[in-house]
């Protein structure tokens, strides 16, 4: 089992309210039959014009390349529940996302693949946007079982529903390994349900 308590890396500030999947992951980038390269497409239209030429963005900005935490504002990952919204977060880089609020299918699809989604006041998320735009290179850390995030000598306070949290410091938040895991249990429980069909 993956257990997750805590993850650190350099933040990158994402400004804007009811920032929606479609955004996240346009929808073109959707017939794609695998998520591999979902990590090339986040942000793509915002990031890139119609010559596939880079926009001033801040995932453009050279001073935020290989940032790990993401941090954004209210409501993001509305509209569609695709969960290549997510796939293409993990897949740039990112491995956990402190935000003032989320959709919650966008949440659970996070959860699902391994990136804590948690929430903080609206006047801390705006002061951590502006250290990191200040200063690129600061450390964020998110610990799951104090419930803070720390950059530089701040402290603040963060929240994430139980039953997802318990998942992450368990372990058991990936549902497909621990159905691998316990193959014995579940072919024993199978081969005797009265309503089971060979």
Not at 57 to 74: F, G, Q
Not at 153 to 169: G, K, L, Q
Request: proline share 4%; hydrophobic share 40%; glycine share 6%.
């Amino acid at each position: 089992m993956t257990i997750i308590n805590s993850l650190s890396g350099k933040g990158c500030p994402i400004v804007g309210n009811d920032l929606d999947t479609d955004r996240i992951i346009p929808a073109r980038f959707l017939k794609e039959i695998t998520f591999e390269n979902m990590g090339h497409y986040l942000f793509y239209d915002v990031r890139f014009d119609e010559q596939k030429n880079p926009k001033p963005y801040t995932l453009n900005e050279m001073r935020y390349k290989d940032a790990s935490i993401m941090v954004v504002n209210d409501n993001f990952g509305c509209g569609s529940s695709r969960e290549h919204a997510p796939q293409a977060i993990m897949r740039y880089g990112f491995k956990a996302i402190i935000g003032e609020s989320f959709a919650e299918i966008f949440a659970g699809n996070c959860s699902q693949i391994g990136v804590p989604v948690v929430t903080a006041s609206a006047e801390d998320i705006a002061a951590l946007q502006s250290a990191l735009d200040a200063d690129a290179t600061i450390e964020v850390s998110v610990d799951l079982n104090s419930k803070t995030a720390t950059y530089g000598e701040t402290t603040i306070s963060i929240d994430i529903p139980e039953s997802r949290r318990e998942a992450f410091i368990k372990g058991t938040w990936n549902v497909l390994q621990l159905l691998k895991q316990n193959t014995d249990q579940i072919n024993a429980l199978n081969s005797n349900l009265p309503y089971r069909f060979n």
